[in-house]
């Protein structure tokens, strides 16, 4: 059975950081790009960041420079760093695996105040 469990979401000042952790089980880890995405209200999914097997990273020009994606493959884990957040970073950040299909955690939320 296919788990993706998020955490670390919470409220923050602007200006603050936050370190999301999304903790994979039910497949082989190691294998599959691993990515975040957020959706905020009334808006569509966006890719935040993903690292491949190998650990080629890509950023939304958004984020480039602020967040940073990483990987345990030992943990099966991947993590989300966040700083210097905004108030347009409040969004619900979504874990998702992907191979030749994707899988999704369910989501974590994330609120910057300002």
């Known amino acids: 059975q296919v788990q993706l469990v998020e955490s670390g979401g919470g409220l923050v000042q602007a200006g603050g950081s936050l370190r999301l952790s999304c903790a994979a089980s039910?497949?082989?880890?190691?294998?599959?790009?691993m990515g975040w995405y957020r959706q905020a209200p009334g808006k569509q999914r966006e890719l935040v960041a993903t690292?491949?097997?190998?650990?080629?990273?890509n950023y939304a020009d958004s984020v480039r420079g602020r967040f940073t994606i990483s990987r345990d493959n030992a943990k099966n884990s991947a993590y989300l760093q966040m700083n210097s957040l905004k108030a347009e970073d409040t969004a619900d950040y979504s874990c998702?695996?992907?191979?030749?299909?994707?899988?999704w955690g369910q989501g974590t939320q994330v609120t910057v105040s300002s």
């Open positions: 998702n695996a992907r191979r030749v299909i994707d899988f």
């Open positions: 039910g497949f082989i880890f190691s294998m599959h790009t």
């Open positions: 690292i491949t097997s190998g650990g080629i990273t």
